[in-house]
């Protein structure tokens, strides 16, 4: 069996809607949740807010940067890659995920290991960031061919 282009954005739209659905569940149950790890000690009953405050905020841009995955596997499914729309969604994804490292470099502050993950999210921005400068420089080339006779 042969993988071919259409297979591979379905399944990353199937990815998306999974991961889409797990990040609503731990919004709706980040209550139950937390209250079952701070007496583990993983989180200060004094940080307790905070940490629901910092998940519920990464999870909420989360969310909109599925959303933008989504547009962008729409078009790419569609045969509408290197178009404006995509590298606008794309530029977005990344300061989103700039915002994400933002959010838990100052929640770093009361819970360390935020700070790792802050490197994360900053290292994915910066993934998605030189993937926008190659779809610019592909729309740019595409745009060329096209007025090639």
């Known amino acids: 069996m042969n993988w071919t282009g259409k297979q591979s954005t379905r399944l990353s739209a199937?990815?998306?809607?999974?991961?889409?659905?797990?990040?609503?569940?731990?919004m709706i149950f980040m209550s139950s949740f937390i209250e079952v790890i701070v007496p583990l000690h993983a989180v200060a009953p004094t940080n307790k807010h905070l940490f629901i405050f910092t998940l519920e905020s990464c999870l909420g841009v989360g969310l909109v940067i599925l959303f933008l995955l989504h547009q962008l596997i729409q078009?790419?499914?569609?045969?509408?890659?290197?178009?404006?729309?995509?590298?606008?969604?794309?530029?977005?994804?990344?300061?989103?995920?700039?915002?994400?490292?933002?959010?838990?470099?100052?929640?770093?502050?009361?819970?360390?290991?935020?700070?790792?993950?802050?490197?994360?999210?900053?290292?994915?921005?910066?993934?998605?960031?030189?993937?926008?400068?190659?779809?610019?420089?592909?729309?740019?080339?595409?745009?060329?061919?096209?007025?090639?006779?």
């Open 14 to 26: 199937w990815c998306i809607y999974i991961l889409a659905a797990m990040m609503i569940a731990a």
């Open 75 to 149: 078009k790419i499914d569609n045969e509408e890659t290197f178009t404006e729309r995509n590298i606008k969604n794309l530029r977005l994804i990344s300061w989103l995920c700039f915002l994400e490292a933002v959010i838990l470099l100052a929640s770093g502050s009361y819970y360390y290991p935020w700070l790792f993950v802050a490197g994360l999210a900053a290292f994915v921005g910066v993934i998605v960031r030189i993937i926008k400068n190659v779809f610019c420089q592909a729309l740019l080339i595409k745009e060329e061919n096209d007025f090639t006779i």
